[in-house]
């Protein structure tokens, strides 16, 4: 599969292209997920005149096979449980609140590390554009806009350069409206639709973030 974005910067502002409708208005806040996902977002933030902000969400992974999902937790304590995976693995609910107790502390420390004092945005009433680089099963942007339905958003927009049709399925029923640019019938990795996909760190993220508050 030929790679559809250069770079993740790219990716953002033709994404912000899709997003025009939200351009200019007061009540929009963009929120990028950790770490590729704020490269993506403050592009969109930039190009639509709207605050930038995180939304961390950590996966709680199955014992001895971390990558495989039982759940996932996001800032505010909003937790997914993929029902599937428990039955399929046969984690008990004990062991899953365990793990995700650990993971919302780790939620809370990429929070502080990324955000410093400052305190997160209010979604009270405003619209939400929650922005990845790529949404492989769409399991993290499930739980993150439960996240921003909990804070208060009054519509959540989910966006993304990339997506499988299965996450947008997913997330069909929890967002108002699902953009994506590219939506191949089979996405083996979000990694192949850019030329480059070098990972993002921390001091890119709080530097991006820094920017945008000033």
């Known amino acids: 599969m030929a790679a559809t974005f250069r770079d993740r910067v790219d990716a953002g502002v033709r994404l912000a292209a899709a997003l025009a409708s939200f351009a200019d208005r007061s009540d929009v806040v963009v929120l990028g997920l950790p770490r590729g996902g704020v490269v993506v977002a403050a592009e969109v933030a930039k190009e639509l005149g709207a605050p930038l902000d995180v939304l961390v969400v950590r996966k709680v992974g199955v014992p001895g096979h971390e990558e495989l999902a039982a759940g996932a937790v996001a800032s505010g304590g909003a937790t997914v449980v993929n029902e599937d995976v428990l039955v399929a693995t046969g984690l008990g609910r004990a062991e899953l609140e365990r793990r995700a107790e650990d993971r919302r502390r780790a939620v809370v420390d990429m929070e502080r590390r990324l955000r410093g004092d400052r305190e997160p945005l209010d979604l009270s009433g405003r619209t939400a554009v929650l922005v990845d680089d790529g949404l492989a099963t769409g399991a993290t942007m499930r739980v993150a806009a439960v996240a921003a339905r909990r804070a208060g958003a009054a ?38 639709s850019y030329r480059d996909f070098s990972p993002v760190g921390e001091d890119e993220v709080r530097r991006l973030l820094q920017s945008a508050r000033e």
């Open 155 to 192: 519509a959540v927009i989910v966006a993304a350069p990339v997506a499988s049709p299965e996450a947008v399925r997913l997330l069909d029923g929890l967002a108002d409206d699902v953009v994506c640019l590219s939506v191949p019938a089979h996405l083996r990795a979000v990694g192949l």
